[in-house]
């Protein structure tokens, strides 16, 4: 990469690093996996920087990294992983200046409840706006079990968090 498409690789990453971090969380639910996560796709971005750069889609690109590379982490028997502290937290606080942070904080602790597949879609899906046949491409399954599973993550989350009951299903 020459010195030119370095500074504009850096310039992308300053501006896109808290957007695509907030994402990474959102796929993870640990701060330390989704560090992990966002480093190797912006690896593997940078890879193909000079390409992407002039095309305009770096943003779609690093996106669908993220969440390609967070389901091969699903499926590997190696990401169960354990992590040392010195003190564990009662609860999880992150610190989100946005408007209405309590039910940002209790999303973020309910989205950990629902299995995997369910959160992808769901972050997929309503935080990305993704159509239906697109989160089926990413997640490698058919448009009819996105929407049973947008359905029961929904009704979970419902279930789980009656605050969100303003936010309506769009099958």
């Not at 890879?47 to 590379?69: C, E, F, M, P």
């Not at 992808?120 to 706006?129: C, G, N, S």
Request: some cysteine; hydrophobic content about 40%.
């Amino acid at each position: 990469m020459d010195s030119l498409a370095e500074q504009e690789f850096r310039q992308y990453v300053a501006a896109r690093q808290g957007g695509l971090f907030r994402i990474a969380m959102l796929l993870t639910g640990h701060r330390e996996d989704a560090k992990d996560l966002l480093q190797t796709a912006l690896i593997k971005l940078a890879l193909h920087w000079t390409r992407l750069a002039s095309s305009g889609s770096a943003d779609a690109y690093v996106r669908k990294i993220l969440y390609n590379q967070q389901v091969s982490r699903w499926r590997s028997r190696r990401h169960r992983m354990e992590y040392a502290t010195a003190h564990p937290p009662d609860i999880r606080i992150t610190g989100d200046p946005a408007t209405d942070t309590t039910l940002r904080l209790t999303l973020d602790g309910v989205l950990r409840l629902l299995t995997k597949r369910q959160r992808a879609v769901v972050v997929l899906r309503y935080y990305e706006d993704l159509p239906e046949s697109e989160v089926a491409e990413i997640l490698g399954c058919s448009v009819g079990t996105v929407r049973s599973q947008a359905h029961r993550s929904l009704a979970r989350l419902r279930a789980l968090c009656p605050e969100l009951t303003s936010i309506k299903e769009t099958a």
